[in-house]
């Protein structure tokens, strides 16, 4: 991956010495990628375009496979409403399975399946996905692709589970710690990232915030040696400033917290960049540091806001996240019948998910 950088730079070059051919769109494709991952988003958006346009015009099938995980997997998840860019996605995983491109057709099905899991797909629909394409990369000894799999795995079926079967938490917990030893061994440290990531994700979706920090912190300090981190569509923002608002309990501590004015200035540029994707998630962050503040109007009418435009862009497990957090807001401010109607909404919002597993967890904790 060091070296990919500079792969891409002379692909360009002689793109532009010799001129276009059919090579050509799979280096504007990769060129986008990168701009995208370094948040140049408008250089990635006119790439990208190009790149379609010269797949398209001449017919270059062989390498759509390649152009798809590197636009529709880059770009176009940030300026389009996510859960757009599924079904391209799919075509990538089809079409390179058909032309031999195995491990790029894996490469979509993997963005496939991290894209259906942060825009909010039905987590069993999802689930099912999964164990299609991990038969396929193992089928085709595509491991990689398959331990990227696996961390996603995990956090659909920590969601979808409700049980306290010994045998089954036993068993989840051995799969955990075997992926965790892999990762360590082999100093993989995208897998890694995604361990962290998506375990804090559903840590505080189960308001397990002690965990959640830890993993944050983990991959926080692994991230100072990394060339690129993962932004998951501002979803890592999201879910960070999140854990680190559930830990402050005073108005002091919320203000004392570094990270959250880095976290909402690239909250901002998001919500500029995707507005279908990320303006709830703005609106969820501010409503957390304004009841955090003490600034109780404010705080009421930023959650209604964040509510609102997560039903508008279809993001519904966010939804259920906003009402749970504007339930628990309601029930410190002594409005028990108010917080209890939100926590209702975000059961079945739960339910509707697919979240079963927590949906008997709000079940369980809610103080009625």
């Known amino acids: 991956q060091d070296y990919l950088p500079i792969v891409i730079i002379q692909s360009m070059q002689l793109t532009l010495q010799h001129g276009v051919c059919k090579e050509s769109c799979v280096a504007l494709a990769s060129c986008s990628y990168f701009l995208c991952e370094f948040q140049d988003f408008k250089g990635a958006e006119y790439i990208g375009g190009l790149s379609i346009g010269i797949l398209e015009k001449l017919k270059a099938q062989e390498y759509l496979s390649q152009v798809y995980i590197c636009t529709f997997g880059g770009i176009f998840g940030w300026i389009r409403k996510l859960g757009l860019n599924l079904e391209h996605l799919l075509v990538g995983y089809q079409m390179g399975m058909q032309t031999g491109d ?70 989840k917990n051995i799969e955990q710690k075997s992926l965790l030893k892999q990762a360590l061994d082999s100093n993989k440290m995208a897998l890694l990232s995604d361990m962290y990531i998506y375990g804090g994700v559903v840590a505080y979706i189960f308001c397990a915030f002690d965990l959640a920090l830890a993993l944050v ?42 990270e959250m004015s880095s976290i909402m200035s690239k909250m901002e540029r998001f919500v500029q960049i995707g507005k279908h994707n990320c303006e709830h998630k703005m609106f969820l962050l501010e409503a ?41 807001f309601f029930l410190r ?36």
């Open 102 to 171: 195995i491990q790029h057709a894996m490469f979509n099905a993997i963005q496939h399946i991290k894209i259906g899991f942060i825009s909010g797909q039905n987590l069993i629909e999802l689930e099912k996905k999964v164990l299609m394409f991990g038969k396929e990369m193992t089928e085709y000894n595509q491991m990689t692709s398959y331990q990227l799999l696996l961390t996603i795995k995990q956090a659909v079926t920590d969601l979808i589970l409700s049980t306290n079967d010994p045998a089954v938490l036993n068993r």
């Open 333 to 368: 401010i002594n409005e028990q019948k108010k917080a209890s109607h939100y926590y209702g909404k975000a059961h079945n919002l739960y339910l509707q998910w697919g979240a079963q597993g927590k949906a008997d967890h709000l079940c369980k904790n809610i103080p009625f």
């Open 217 to 258: 912190k983990k991959r926080q300090e692994m991230e100072q040696s990394m060339s690129r981190t993962s932004l998951l569509y501002g979803a890592t923002a999201f879910y960070d400033g999140l854990i680190f608002l559930a830990k402050a309990h005073t108005p002091t501590e919320c203000e004392e917290i570094s």
């Open 288 to 328: 957390e540091i304004k009841g955090k503040m003490g600034d109780h109007d404010e705080a009421s009418r930023k959650y209604e806001m964040a509510i609102a435009a997560a039903e508008k862009s279809q993001f519904f497990h966010e939804q259920a996240i906003a009402y749970e957090r504007a339930a628990d």
